[in-house]
């Protein structure tokens, strides 16, 4: 099956620092990937579509000058929360398109302290 | 503005028992409508149902999609403790392959 790996599984920085999120499909090729956020007992949000060569789209009320992605392959995209602040802290998921099913990675936990 | 509502959003049972979860969902280009159950990380895939009246069955789990309802339940039967988690529906878009997910129903089986 395919399996779509995070790293890292959990993240703790201090406020203002850059933390970066990478998503990989270990056995397929994706063109799109997705970034999702949990925050605690709520659903998962999507944040981002992620392209492969070209820029991400971003949601409605997602800052794209915050929430830097990159696609540079067709088997990673990454997640770069820059300037990061205690309420960017939450579970930030990645899933890829293979054969018109969703994949979804194990997740990465962000403490911003 | 596309969204999907779940409900209950949570509820408590005890073991042994049968429970329904509800979806409905209002998008433009519909695809498939998706349920996960999520522990403590990422979703785990259940079910993709595409067309209506169709059951698909996993066990204990069951799920069936109305499209003229726009909406889709999910049954457990013989609950066991295990099936503790939050349910989510979710509805998978033809456009750009987007995924909309409902709010979850937090389904907590007591012993």
């Known amino acids: 099956g395919a399996v779509v790996s995070q790293h890292p599984s959990w993240v703790i920085c201090k406020s203002g620092t850059s933390v970066k999120i990478e998503c990989r499909s270990l056995d397929f090729q994706a063109t799109t990937m997705f970034w999702y956020r949990q925050f605690p007992k709520q659903s998962l949000m999507l944040m981002a579509t992620s392209n492969e060569g070209s820029k991400a789209t971003y949601e409605q009320g997602v800052e794209k000058d915050k929430f830097l992605i990159n696609h540079a392959s067709l088997t990673l995209s990454t997640l770069t929360v820059t300037s990061a602040h205690p309420e960017d802290s939450s579970f930030y998921i990645c899933s890829a398109s293979w054969y018109n099913e969703q994949f979804f990675g194990p997740g990465t936990r962000l403490t911003v302290l | 503005e596309d969204k999907v509502v779940q409900s209950p959003l949570s509820l408590v049972v005890h073991e042994g028992d049968t429970v329904t979860l509800n979806c409905s969902y209002e998008v433009t280009n519909f695809r498939s409508l998706l349920w996960y159950k999520q522990e403590k990380k990422a979703p785990t895939f259940l079910f993709m149902l595409?067309?209506?009246?169709i059951e698909k069955k996993s066990g204990r789990l069951s799920s069936i999609l109305d499209k003229k309802e726009l909406s889709s339940i999910l049954n457990i039967t013989a609950t066991q403790t295990g099936d503790s988690a939050i349910y989510l529906c979710?509805?998978?878009?033809?456009?750009?392959?987007?995924?909309?997910f409902g709010k979850g129903t937090r389904l907590h089986i007591l012993p």
């Open positions: 979710a509805a998978y878009m033809n456009r750009d392959d987007k995924i909309i």
């Open positions: 595409t067309s209506s009246g």
